[in-house]
Nanobody, 126 residues
Framework: QVQLVESGGGLVQAGGSLRLSCAGS????????MGWFRQAPGKEREFVAR???????TYADSVKGRFTISRENAKNTVYLQMNSLKPEDTAVYYC????????????????????WGQGTQVTVSS
C-alpha cells in the first residue's frame, strides 16, 4: 500500500509561487491516479487537481491557468506547481491516491480517493 508525505508548503506573498511535492512509498505508485485537494479553515476539503497516466490532467476552475500538476513515477512523486498565488489559496493542501485510473464523474470528489497524506500548510499574504 502506498503511503503519502507532502512537503513544500510555507508562507508566500500574493503573486508568488510555491511547489508542493508528494512522495509516495511502495511499488505500485504508478498504478494510482494522484490528486491534490485543499481545505481552508471552516471550509470543506475541495478538489484542486488530478493527474492520471491514462487520462491526463484535470483542474478546478479556481486554479486553472495558475497551478500545474505533474508526476514522476520513477521517483514516486507528484508535484503541484502553484503560480500567481492569491490569499484565497491559503489552505492545508493534501495529496491523495485513487486506485481507479482514468477519468470518471466522481474523480473530483474526496470520497473517491483511497489514500491521503498528512497535509502541508500554504499561507498567502496580501
Amino acid at each position: 500500500q502506498v503511503q503519502l508525505v507532502e512537503s513544500g508548503g510555507g508562507l508566500v506573498q500574493a503573486g508568488g509561487s510555491l511547489r508542493l511535492s508528494c512522495a509516495g512509498s511502495g511499488r505500485t505508485f504508478s498504478s494510482y491516479a494522484m490528486g491534490w485537494f485543499r481545505q481552508a479553515p471552516g471550509k470543506e476539503r475541495e478538489f484542486v487537481a488530478r493527474a492520471s497516466s491514462s487520462a491526463g490532467t484535470t483542474y478546478a476552475d479556481s486554479v486553472k491557468g495558475r497551478f500545474t500538476i505533474s508526476r514522476e513515477n520513477a521517483k514516486n512523486t507528484v508535484y503541484l506547481q502553484m503560480n500567481s498565488l492569491k490569499p484565497e489559496d491559503t489552505a492545508v493542501y493534501y495529496c491523495a491516491a485513487d486506485r481507479t485510473l482514468g477519468w470518471y464523474p466522481q474523480a473530483t470528489m474526496r470520497g473517491s480517493y483511497d489514500l491521503w497524506g498528512q497535509g502541508t500548510q500554504v499561507t498567502v499574504s496580501s
